[in-house]
């Protein structure tokens, strides 16, 4: 009962937040005041003077996107040279040298894509610069990409027989300045108010209460005795031989709190350490835990209520939201069942005591005591139907049918929520082909919020709900059959199968987190899921912003009595249906060889 009031809590208090914050994001992007106007504006206008930008510019889609892509390549370029030359570069306190070439290329193009996928280990890899100017700055214009291709879908739905979409520079200077800074300026003080770490100094190495024995494997020797003075560790009352005495340990240090914040809001997911949010300097405790959890979800839950109010239409806002909110329960439900009553394995003959009393139960591998089951199952939802990535447990030690969530999340092309900006933009894509199939069923000609919708909308709309599928599938594919890939596995058969299908499909649903143990930092392993995520990230964009172009130029169609409804019970679900639909059909058959393979398995 404890788990299910804690899972309602979470998800109660992400819904009373969503829907005021959707309400300023639409003030802000129809140039509205807000009660941040008088402090934000004179810098918004301030920017456009500096960078000569013309603040009534309407850009058609096609410049658009050349806006769009241009403004990322220049980034995927600068973040791939600061990544190589951070050993000359100053802000670097700990000496660390620069990044070979290829992980240089794989991180450049996970950061600027939204994935924020990390193949290395942050605080022993990337400088405070790179950290700082590199990802965090990638951090907020990413995820104001996706927000800015989302408004000009919106225009293209609310505009009549023109070809204008706002400006593409404009709707990034607002998005920053407006929504993003503010935020996570809030959410910074608050993590460091909870004792997340914010500072300039150098990796500290601090000395330990009791020393420790680790044995030539590496493994840390439980109830071994040490004897500083002879130098021995002796376990089970034998010395070990080869064991070291550890009694010092190395303590990172760094900006967190400010990177930490827009890994959170802006569904990047890159953590500030390698373990991320499992680490005690990165997420201390249960209030910084529920800060950076409700943080995961706020903005693609806002953002269905800004689309509302934007197209005039709340109702069509509350049913799209609806739809991934009762998705987001279920899959919620399925993995805190999952964790709650562990596996067979666990419970046969007393192997492991799973009951809740006095203690969290259930399948507690992988996870932090100071979050248990509800924390760890509901942030694992979050983070992986927001397309973020962050983690607080460990994935990889989640029981099969709970795991088999989480990546199913990520492999439905991150519409349950999803990223900030693309999670929404995504299902509406989902909403188009739902309306086309349904206009198809009754014999009338497809509409939506007024706009016909014909062969060119779908042809891309089938595009950008296949390009996840396509990208992760492919991807997969491609690296089960490469020669050696079996080293940067973890495990062997259905899980080790799991972890590679993972791996891709974190990385094509612009997810960026990881089973545990999955060694991706090989050349092979930094290119494949690099073009991948790039593939995966501006397909849907480019798709999307052709929709909207298309859209925009047509006229209005009246609503009549035989206009079907898309904003009642019966849309909700045949829209649900249709993104499960999708999803069943693309990754059935992969998930039969790793998830569902491994949980048969598990009960034989």
């Not at 960026?512 to 790039?534: D, E, Q, R």
């Not at 593939?535 to 047509?554: D, M, Q, V, W």
Request: glycine share 10%.
């Amino acid at each position: 009962m404890n788990v299910v009031i804690q899972c309602i809590l979470y998800l109660a208090i992400l819904v009373v937040l969503a829907i005021p914050l959707g309400a300023y994001i639409k003030n802000v992007m129809n140039g509205e005041k807000t009660f941040l106007s008088k402090l934000l504006t004179p810098c918004e206008n301030a920017v456009y003077k500096v960078l000569r930008v013309d603040k009534d510019e309407q850009m058609n889609w096609k410049k658009y996107t050349i806006s769009v892509l241009i403004f990322s390549g220049i980034g995927l370029v600068f973040l791939f040279l600061l990544q190589l030359f951070q050993g000359f570069l100053p802000g670097n306190p700990q000496g660390l040298p620069g990044v070979k070439w290829d992980l240089s290329f794989n991180t450049a193009a996970s950061f600027i894509t939204n994935t924020n996928w990390q193949a290395y280990s942050g605080e022993s890899t990337l400088s405070y610069l790179t950290q700082a100017l590199g990802l965090t700055v990638q951090n907020f214009v990413s995820a104001a990409t996706g927000i800015a291709v989302l408004f000009a879908l919106i225009r293209g739905f609310m505009r009549v027989k023109t070809d204008g979409l706002g400006s593409f520079w404009v709707d990034m200077t607002r998005i920053i300045i407006h929504i993003l800074i503010p935020l996570n300026l809030v959410i910074s003080l608050l993590l460091v108010s909870g004792g997340v770490i914010q500072n300039l100094k150098a990796g500290e190495t601090v000395s330990l209460v009791e020393p420790i024995g680790v044995s030539a494997e590496g493994e840390i020797l439980e109830n071994a005795k040490i004897d500083l003075e002879a130098g021995t560790v002796v376990a089970d009352g034998q010395i070990v031989e080869d064991a070291e005495i550890v009694t010092e340990q190395f303590v990172p240090m760094g900006p967190a709190a400010s990177q930490v914040a827009i890994k959170q809001t802006g569904t990047n997911g890159g953590g500030f350490m390698g373990v991320n949010s499992t680490h005690p300097l990165e997420n201390p405790n249960a209030f910084t835990n529920l800060i950076e959890m409700i943080s995961l979800l706020l903005i693609p839950a806002a953002l269905c209520f800004t689309f509302g109010n934007a197209v005039k239409n709340k109702k069509q806002g509350i049913a799209i939201f609806m739809a991934m909110f009762l998705c987001l329960v279920f899959a919620l439900s399925v993995v805190a069942i999952n964790e709650q009553f562990a596996t067979p394995q666990l419970i046969q003959n007393g192997n492991v005591d799973v009951s809740m009393v006095d203690q969290a139960g259930g399948n507690m591998e992988g996870k932090e005591t100071r979050f248990g089951i509800a924390a760890s199952s509901t942030w694992a939802t979050f983070t992986t139907a927001a397309s973020n990535g962050s983690v607080n447990s460990m994935h990889d030690s989640y029981t099969p049918l709970g795991g088999m969530v989480t990546m199913l999340l990520m492999q439905l092309g991150e519409v349950i929520f999803g990223g900030v900006g693309c999670g929404l933009y995504g299902m509406l894509a989902f909403a188009i082909l739902t309306v086309f199939i349904a206009g198809l069923m009754v014999g009338r000609t497809p509409e939506f919020l007024g706009k016909k919708i014909e062969p060119y909308e779908m042809k891309w709309s089938v595009l950008v709900c296949l390009a996840t599928p396509i990208a992760i599938l492919v991807g997969s594919g491609i690296a089960a059959v490469w020669p050696g890939i079996e080293s940067s596995l973890n495990n062997v058969g259905a899980h080790g199968f799991s972890e590679l299908l993972y791996t891709f499909s974190s990385c094509g649903g612009n997810n960026g987190s990881a089973f545990a143990g999955f060694n991706g930092n090989t050349m092979f392993l930094n290119l494949i899921l690099g073009f991948v995520m790039l593939f995966a990230r501006f397909l849907p964009i480019i798709g999307t912003l052709a929709i909207a172009g298309n859209l925009a130029e047509k006229k209005k169609i009246a609503t009549t009595a035989g206009t079907l409804s898309t904003t009642n019970t019966m849309f909700v679900f045949l829209l649900i249906f249709i993104v499960l639909l999708v999803g069943a059909l693309s990754f059935f058959p992969a998930l039969a060889l790793g998830p569902i393979a491994e949980f048969f398995q598990s009960i034989v």
